[in-house]
């Protein structure tokens, strides 16, 4: 018994000189720290940006959108997210994603909404395009909308009109005025069901 004491306290005196020993000859790292009055790097506005940015946003384990920008800049007295080169990618339960891209954008974390500007140009993974100039999203009833004139282009089809409405979870496209469009159908000859004189 009193050689088993022995022994462990020998371990134990091994194990501290061993801890000592090794702090003493290897500092640990340190993480870089701002000295005070440095500041976060800025750009020409002189407010703090961040260069690269990615965001998913999850509901109850299901990814429903990822949002990326070149470019964020954040207004914490407006939870407001300034975005340059925005892309926006929608999860479709029964169909392929959306994908939304705009010039600039601004993400408003209270309200849950996303605002494109600039050249917005939007595609499905079907193969149909869109294009406008301004667009928001909004998380809370999933609808994107815009009162600026939109053109929806597909294969066979091109569609003009003055304002939208999109029920993204139920995949409906709605066109508010001015509505025109132009069909090229495939073949040759009258469409089916169309007689000839």
């Known amino acids: 018994m ?36 440095d500041e976060a790097p800025t750009d020409s506005d002189g407010r703090p940006r961040l260069h690269g940015l990615k965001y998913t946003h999850v509901e109850n384990g299901v990814r429903k959108w990822s949002l990326k920008a070149n470019r964020a800049r954040y207004e ?9 080169q ?32 600039g050249h917005v140009d939007g595609r499905t993974s079907e193969g149909d395009r869109l294009s406008t100039t301004v667009i928001t999203y909004r998380e809370k009833d999933k609808v994107a909308e815009t009162d600026a004139e939109v053109t929806f282009e ?10 939208m409405r999109v029920l993204v979870d139920k995949n409906i496209v709605i066109l508010k005025r001015n509505v025109r469009s132009t069909f090229r159908p495939r073949g040759s000859g009258p469409p089916p069901g169309a007689t000839v004189d």
């Open 86 to 117: 925005v892309a926006i990618e929608f999860y479709r339960e029964k169909a392929g994603p959306i994908y939304l891209r705009g010039d600039e954008g601004v993400y408003n974390q209270k309200t849950q909404t996303v605002t494109l500007k």
């Open 154 to 163: 597909g294969s066979q089809y091109k569609v003009v009109g003055q304002g």
């Open 2 to 37: 009193k050689r088993l004491r022995w022994i462990i306290l020998a371990v134990l005196v091994a194990v501290v000189a061993g801890a000592l020993a090794a702090a003493m000859l290897h500092k640990p790292a340190q993480l870089p720290a701002l000295k005070a009055g």
């Open 76 to 84: 914490e007295n407006t939870s407001q997210v300034f975005l340059d």
